[in-house]
C-alpha cells in the first residue's frame, strides 16, 4: 500500500533552515508528481510546492525563492528544503501523491518558526 513518511520538523528561530524528508513507498515513486502542503492553525490546507516526475517545479508565492523542493528517485524520496523561515511558515506541513485517482497524505510534520 502507499505511505507517505514526514520527517526534518522542529523549532527555528526566524531566518533559519530546515530540511524536510518525505520517504515513499508502495508505488512507482519515479513516474509520479509529488507535492508538499501545510495547514497553520485556523487555517486551510495550502499547496507549498511541487515537483512533477519530469519538468518543472512550482512553489506558491509565498515562498518563491526561500524553498526549494528536489527528489531522488533512487531513494523514493521527496524534500522541502526551507531557508530564511518566517514566523508564517509555522504550520504542519504534508508530502501528498495524488495515484490512480486516489489522493494519498503523509501524517505531516510540525514546522514552528520562533524565537
Known amino acids: 500500500q502507499v505511505q507517505l513518511v514526514e520527517s526534518g520538523g522542529g523549532l527555528v528561530q526566524p531566518g533559519g533552515s530546515l530540511r524536510l524528508s518525505c520517504a515513499a513507498s508502495g508505488f512507482t515513486f519515479m513516474l509520479y508528481a509529488m507535492s508538499w502542503y501545510r495547514q497553520a492553525p485556523g487555517k486551510e490546507r495550502e499547496l507549498v510546492a511541487s515537483i512533477p516526475s519530469a519538468g518543472k517545479t512550482n512553489y506558491a508565492d509565498s515562498v518563491k525563492g526561500r524553498f526549494t523542493i528536489s527528489r531522488d528517485n533512487a531513494k523514493n524520496t521527496v524534500y522541502l528544503q526551507m531557508n530564511s523561515l518566517k514566523p508564517d511558515d509555522t504550520a504542519v506541513y504534508y508530502c501528498?501523491?495524488?495515484?490512480?485517482?486516489?489522493?494519498?497524505w503523509g501524517q505531516g510534520t510540525q514546522v514552528t518558526v520562533s524565537s
Open positions: 501528498y501523491a495524488f495515484i490512480g485517482l486516489t489522493r494519498y
